[in-house]
């Protein structure tokens, strides 16, 4: 069971802005930055956002994420097709052992 | 181009074991934790293990605790993970994975190998 909890699925059309969030006790602390992955059907997991607002190479900034207090959250404008996924919220514990969300799968109508 | 790519996997009895490998390229292997994360059919992902550049320090999930070992051979840019007591809850996909220290994420990570225990 995943100490980060996230929605089991959002939707929305083209064009249109959503957002994914990913909440946990283990949240609540500076040092715990969030990430948030990508996972295209088939295919493994993209780095997205890493230290809870900052894009990985190449993605577009369409992508941004932000965390305030237990919460965080993916935002994605401009919906595309191609962003129909499923999306996990991570980070790494005071182990330094990961930690992910139960993922969120994003269904572009 | 940086590049993780698994292999190993296949089809084992429960209690069985397997080693799986993760040859790394285009990166300094040396220098970087490595990790395996692994996802059940049609589930989510979940951390397996890392492993740190030197292999002086290792950490598991509870699940797996006691039946698998990380290992690595930086001479020959390739991670292990030996498992052994396989159960048919240790089927699924096995990703390798590099983790970025400052960041505190996988900014890497192999297409998998699959795991069926049956």
């Known amino acids: 069971q995943s100490v980060l909890t996230q929605p089991p699925s959002v939707s929305g059309t083209p064009g249109q802005r959503v957002t994914i969030t990913c909440s946990g006790g283990?949240?609540?602390?500076?040092?715990?930055?969030v990430n948030w992955y990508q996972q295209l059907p088939g295919k493994a997991p993209k780095l997205l956002i890493y230290?809870?607002?900052q894009r990985s190479s190449g993605v577009p900034a369409r992508f941004s994420g932000s965390k305030s207090g237990t919460s965080a959250s993916l935002a994605i404008s401009g919906l595309q097709s191609e962003d129909e996924a499923e999306y996990y919220c991570?980070?790494?514990?005071?182990?330094?052992?990961?930690?992910f969300g139960g993922g969120t799968k994003l269904t572009v109508l | 181009e940086v590049q993780l790519v698994e292999s190993g996997g296949g089809i084992v009895d429960p209690g069985g074991s397997l080693r799986l490998s993760c040859e790394a390229s285009?990166?300094?292997?040396s220098a970087w934790w490595m990790h395996w994360v692994r996802q059940a059919p049609g589930k989510g992902l979940m951390?397996?293990?890392?492993?740190?550049?030197?292999?002086?320090?290792?950490s598991y999930a509870d699940s797996v605790k006691g039946r698998f070992t990380v290992s690595r051979d930086n001479a020959k840019n390739t991670l292990f993970l030996q498992m052994h007591s396989l159960r048919a809850d240790d089927t699924g996909v096995y990703f390798c994975?590099?983790?970025?220290?400052?960041?505190?994420?996988?900014?890497?990570w192999g297409r998998g190998t699959r795991v069926t225990v049956s």
């Open positions: 994975a590099r983790g970025r220290l400052n960041w505190g994420a996988f900014d890497i």
């Open positions: 285009g990166f300094t292997f």
């Open positions: 951390w397996v293990s890392r492993i740190n550049v030197d292999a002086t320090t290792t």
């Open positions: 283990s949240l609540n602390t500076e040092r715990n930055t």
């Open positions: 230290r809870n607002d």
């Open positions: 991570g980070l790494w514990d005071a182990s330094l052992n990961g930690v």
